[in-house]
């Protein structure tokens, strides 16, 4: 299916402001790697949400708008540097950087608005807008930071909650426009490229010291082949499919919502478990797993795999077994795991995507899909369209 006329290609700035988003993937690797716990997991996803939720905003701000004119450049160029600020604050958020952490995030959300709102400023949008819940979450934000240990906790656990909600609280208050289907979905396909691509990071980054011995080099190759795996069940049969429920839907709101904002957060959040797990398995992979490196590698590919479940589900209203009985065998590995080599434990992963992959192009071609592309008619590349961008409408 070819995108319509009113379709656009991702910009130059939009990648560039990718850069610091990257830096912030690295950032939330290291802080998983340090604490494995439910309590770690828990202090990461909290500061996760408002870095996602800043990403968020400037795609769809980019996408809904014309923005050609400098001051949109310079804007999303300034964006990008709060990005970067952000990112540096991570490691030290609940200590001694957690008011700077704040402060940008607060900046940041308020300038967006600013560049959102200044051709249709309405008390209307200026209160219950999606570019302005932040004068509802800040306060939270700046209530923690001032506070140490679990009140922090508590107050930001708080806000980041608000922020998952307000996108259903505005669709309830607001008239929300259509967006452009080709490029809302490849920004959040280019947002899971980053995230599978700082997994190859954080494997590299632990072998580069280690000797490259044949047992070393199997236990990358076999890391590498199992980002290899998610990016081909991820591109093949899951973007493909949000592309086209995003041009055909009649309440595109609501789908959006909850196959990309909501559901690309639990795919990001679970890649980047796996990137930490698989980052364990390379200095050691003739060791079994201990107890959390086990479930962050394992339960973070269950919740890339059932968060593929539900997007099928939300689109097609219809339960994927495949993908679900890929969740349970992910679950089901995780006590084998501690007790087998870690190498055997990462190949019995992707062996049980690549079989969920291999399940749904068996299903793609029952349908009469295309067999190399996971739909008919889709294309992850076109040259069409030589002046669309750097990455072009047909994508």
């Known amino acids: 299916m070819r995108p319509g006329p009113s379709d656009k290609g991702v910009s130059w700035e939009e990648l560039f402001f990718d ?48 923005t050609d004119a ?47 709102l200044r051709k249709r400023l309405s008390w209307r949008n200026l209160f219950v807008g999606p570019y302005v819940f932040f004068l509802l979450v800040g306060p939270l934000l700046v209530a923690g ?15 980041a909650t608000v922020d998952l909600l307000s996108p259903w609280v505005v669709r309830h208050l607001t008239i929300q426009p259509r967006a452009q289907p080709v490029h809302y979905t490849h920004r959040y396909g280019l947002l ?32 590498y082949a199992m980002v ?19 041009d055909r839907a009649a309440d595109q709101v609501d789908l959006r919502r909850a196959i990309l904002v909501y559901g690309h957060l639990l795919f990001s959040f679970g890649i980047i478990a796996i990137a930490v797990g698989l980052a364990d398995t390379v200095p050691a992979p003739l060791d079994p797993l201990p107890t959390r490196e086990a479930m962050l590698l394992f339960g973070g590919c269950a919740l890339f795999l059932g968060t593929f479940a539900y997007a099928h589900w939300r689109i097609h209203r219809t339960i994927a077994w495949r993908r679900i009985g890929g969740t349970v065998a992910c679950l089901l590995l995780v006590p084998p795991a501690m007790v087998m080599p870690a190498l055997a434990g990462v190949v019995c992963l992707i062996l049980v995507v690549a079989l969920v992959a291999a399940a749904e192009q068996l299903a793609v071609r029952r349908q009469g899909g295309d067999a190399a592309g996971g739909s008919a008619g889709y294309r992850p590349f076109s040259d069409e369209d030589p ?6 409408a047909g994508v």
């Open 387 to 392: 002046d669309s961008g750097p990455a072009t």
């Open 228 to 246: 290899g795996v998610l990016a081909w069940l991820y591109f093949g049969f899951g973007l493909p499919d949000f592309r086209q429920a995003l």
């Open 70 to 116: 400098l001051v949109d450049r310079v804007g999303v160029f300034t964006l990008g540097f709060a990005s970067l600020l952000m990112a540096l604050t991570i490691p030290g958020a609940y200590e001694h950087h957690g008011l700077l952490f704040v402060g940008v995030y607060i900046a940041s959300r308020a300038l967006l608005a600013a560049l959102a």
């Open 19 to 66: 850069l610091a988003f990257v830096f912030a993937l690295t950032q939330f690797s290291q802080l998983l790697h340090e604490d494995h716990g439910w309590t770690g997991i828990g202090r990461v996803l909290i500061l996760f949400v408002p870095v996602y939720w800043a990403w968020g905003g400037v795609t769809l701000y980019i996408n809904q708008r014309d």
């Open 192 to 223: 899971i490229i980053l995230v599978l691509g700082e997994s190859v990071i954080e494997v590299g980054a632990v072998s580069v010291d280690g000797e490259l011995n044949p047992v070393r080099l199997t236990a990358i190759g076999a890391a």
């Open 145 to 159: 930071a001032l506070m140490d240990g679990a009140p922090r906790i508590a107050f930001w656990a708080v806000a």
